[in-house]
């Protein structure tokens, strides 16, 4: 009797689980198929009678593809780099040190990351025009590497208070210095959750429309990936389903990369984190 509720039981989870995969790679698949299919106009098409790669060729000669990844790549590569510096630094004074206002600060660090993106646009607008990078990646980097960094901290910070204080204290009497102690000794414990800092702040720069919508307003060849996109359904390319989910396709390509390069850590930062919090 026990082996059967058993049975059942295993039954139940594994066509729970094959329905989750069916639900999770269905719109995948049907990207897949829009890109590869040969004369679809919308995205109510079914199977493709016939597959081609004009869709891919189009993508290259028509429209300035290489441009937009180029920009949302390089956008996306700085912005992981200052925020995993900006996180490390900031989360080991939150952590390890004690000051004045030290509660207020964080608080105030967790305000930028409620604040609701949409109110704050008209400032950051005016913040771009103010100082001249309107319509300039440098604009992007800026401000991604601030919105990404304050809702890492939150995260990265519950990962370093698990570290033992003990540490810091016996690498100072042996000599080290508070940065040495940093870079030397709690970064390299702190590996997997920086991987999870670097990940996620790629892909929130690399993602990011919202802003860069309203601030990347001028020259195709300018825009990153995400409004170059956009411009293929609602823009100067009229509406072609079939170029947009082909530049999609090609488009999650950094982001797999980076995911399957960092993954050890990726995976060891969550399983960790979850274990000592």
């Known amino acids: 009797m026990?082996?059967?509720?058993?049975?059942?039981?295993?039954?139940?989870?594994?066509?729970?689980?094959?329905?989750?995969?069916i639900i999770t790679i269905t719109p995948f698949a049907y990207i897949i198929m829009i890109a590869f299919g040969k004369n679809i106009i919308g995205t109510s098409a079914t199977i493709p009678k016939e597959l081609t790669l004009l869709?891919?060729?189009?993508?290259?000669?028509?429209?300035?593809?290489?441009?937009?990844?180029?920009?949302?790549?390089?956008?996306?590569?700085?912005?992981?780099?200052?925020?995993?510096?900006?996180?490390?630094?900031?989360?080991?004074?939150?952590?390890?040190?004690?000051?004045y206002g030290k509660?207020?600060?964080?608080?105030?660090?967790?305000?930028?990351?409620?604040?609701?993106?949409?109110?704050?646009?008209?400032?950051?607008?005016?913040?771009?025009?103010?100082?001249?990078i309107l319509n300039d990646i440098k604009g992007l980097i800026i401000i991604n590497s601030t919105l990404s960094s304050a809702g890492l901290v939150l995260l990265a910070k519950g990962f370093f208070d698990t570290i033992p204080y003990e540490i810091d204290e016996a690498a100072m009497v042996d000599g080290a210095s508070r940065f040495q102690t940093l870079t030397k000794v709690i970064l390299p414990l702190a590996k997997p959750m920086l991987a999870v800092v670097a990940?996620?702040?790629?892909?929130?720069?690399?993602?990011?429309?919202?802003?860069?919508?309203?601030?990347?307003?001028?020259?195709?060849?300018?825009?990153?990936l995400s409004v170059g996109l956009q411009s293929m359904i609602s823009g100067q390319y009229g509406t072609n389903w079939s170029m947009y989910c082909a530049a999609a396709i090609l488009g999650s390509v950094p982001m797999i990369v980076?995911?399957?390069?960092?993954?050890?850590?990726?995976?060891?930062?969550?399983?960790?984190?979850?274990?000592?919090?």
Request: proline share 1%; charged share 10%.
């Open 55 to 99: 869709n891919f060729q189009r993508l290259f000669t028509e429209t300035a593809f290489l441009n937009w990844i180029f920009n949302s790549i390089v956008i996306g590569l700085t912005t992981m780099m200052i925020s995993v510096i900006f996180v490390s630094i900031t989360v080991y004074v939150f952590s390890r040190m004690r000051f």
């Open 199 to 224: 990940i996620q702040s790629f892909v929130i720069a690399y993602n990011e429309y919202v802003i860069a919508s309203t601030v990347m307003t001028q020259g195709l060849e300018t825009m990153p």
């Open 258 to 277: 980076l995911f399957y390069s960092l993954q050890k850590y990726f995976i060891g930062g969550i399983t960790e984190g979850s274990v000592k919090m």
């Open 2 to 21: 026990k082996g059967n509720k058993l049975n059942i039981s295993k039954v139940v989870s594994n066509i729970f689980l094959l329905t989750l995969a």
């Open 103 to 132: 509660e207020k600060l964080f608080k105030f660090v967790m305000l930028i990351q409620i604040f609701p993106l949409t109110l704050s646009m008209v400032s950051i607008f005016r913040i771009f025009v103010t100082l001249g």
